[in-house]
């Protein structure tokens, strides 16, 4: 029998604990429990192919939405204000003093608006052409500029959940934009840790810069992954502007994280043009990645983190340090129809993930940039 202090230790087969230096936590990952077999939910298969247009799609052309407005003949990209929005336009009253400091209330304000990517009810992110992608881009910068410059405003999180198993309840192609006169919670945690990695590193030599040359955890994090070979690293698929990579802390199965690595970018409105073509090839090539993993339409939350709104009293050169990027958090673990839970130990320890991130990486980065529907 072999002595276990003179085994030699292999991520891909030993547990071990990973940090996440956006979060401050960790992640338990458990690569030997892909071995175990699976007795418990699965998903339903998912329905066959969706009509182009249906007429009872709240989302669709020319449709009544379920808050009684009709919907225009739109061609492109379409927004509009939500019709059973998360906050109000107009500030909450004055609260009163909290009976008990465990006991606070806060108020918001805000607006929570949708953004059609397309009119055809059949399509997704992975099915848009190259134009759409741009126009669906367009869309987020120009309403990120627009709610930007409503007062009060600290903060515009532009997101998607796609498939009923992310608790979308239409399947047509939309995201939406919720803009806030706070902060939000993960946002707020990961700007602290961008900070603190700021004052305490060193700068680098070969990395992009942060505000006045100051190191930028993103930035290093991504000049990282470049430095390792495609079988060490967890690259998935990068161009001449952005990567998309599994992250070394990822949680989900196959969670992605995008960025641009090329230079410093805070916030959506600061994109180039040529950034942004490359953000809309990125997109479509992670997606279609997606898809072809399990030959589905693959369910995922994605959201984009940035800079808060620079304009507002508590913003300013000390936000300057966030790093716009992308999070892609897909539930699906084996196949199409058996997803992760975040539960028990998830719930009451910290977060624990059975698939390394470098086989998740190998997996994605093995399927074919042309879509399964198309090939």
């Not at 669906?136 to 405003?153: F, T």
């Not at 997606?290 to 000390?318: K, W």
């Amino acid at each position: 029998m072999a002595n276990p202090h003179e085994l030699v230790f292999d991520p891909s087969a030993h547990p071990h604990r990973r940090w996440n230096p956006l979060t401050n936590e960790h992640v338990l990952i458990s690569p030997h429990r892909m071995k175990r077999p699976w007795l418990g939910q699965t998903e339903p298969p998912q329905v066959g192919a969706l009509p182009q247009h249906d007429p009872g799609c709240y989302l669709c052309p020319g449709n009544k939405r379920a808050g009684g407005e009709q919907n225009p003949d739109y061609t492109k990209t379409y927004t509009f204000p939500n019709d059973f929005a998360a906050v109000l336009s107009h500030p909450t009253p004055d609260v009163p003093s909290p009976p008990h400091p465990l006991m606070t209330v806060q108020p918001v304000h805000g607006a929570c608006d949708v953004v059609i990517f397309h009119p055809r009810h059949d399509l997704a992110l992975a099915r848009l052409s190259n134009d759409d992608l741009l126009r669906v881009i367009e869309e987020w910068v120009s309403i990120y500029k627009s709610r930007s410059s409503q007062d009060g405003i600290k903060y515009v999180q532009i997101f998607e959940n796609k498939g009923a198993m992310m608790g979308c309840s239409n399947p047509h192609p939309h995201g939406q934009v919720w803009s806030l006169s706070a902060v939000p919670t993960m946002a707020s945690t990961e700007l602290a840790s961008m900070k603190q990695y700021s004052l305490s590193t060193p700068p680098p030599s070969t990395a992009p810069k942060g505000p006045e040359g100051r190191p930028c955890l993103l930035c290093d994090y991504a000049d990282l992954e470049l430095s390792f070979t495609e079988n060490e690293g967890r690259i998935v698929v990068k161009n001449d502007k952005w990567l998309a990579v599994v992250p070394w802390w990822a949680t989900w199965p196959f969670e992605t994280l995008v960025l641009p690595y090329r230079r410093h970018v805070q916030d959506i409105s600061q994109l180039e043009d040529e950034e942004v073509a490359s953000l809309a090839d990125i997109l479509s090539r992670v997606t279609t990645r997606y898809d072809n993993l399990f030959s589905c339409s693959f369910p995922y939350s994605m959201g984009i983190h940035q800079r808060p709104v620079s304009s507002t009293a508590d913003s300013g050169p000390e936000h300057d340090i966030a790093h716009l990027h992308i999070h892609f958090s897909p539930p699906l673990l084996r196949s199409a129809t058996v997803k992760k839970f975040l539960v028990g130990f998830e719930l009451m320890a910290e977060a624990q993930r059975d698939l390394t991130p470098e086989q998740a990486a190998a997996r994605l980065r093995a399927c074919s940039d042309v879509h399964y529907l198309d090939g």
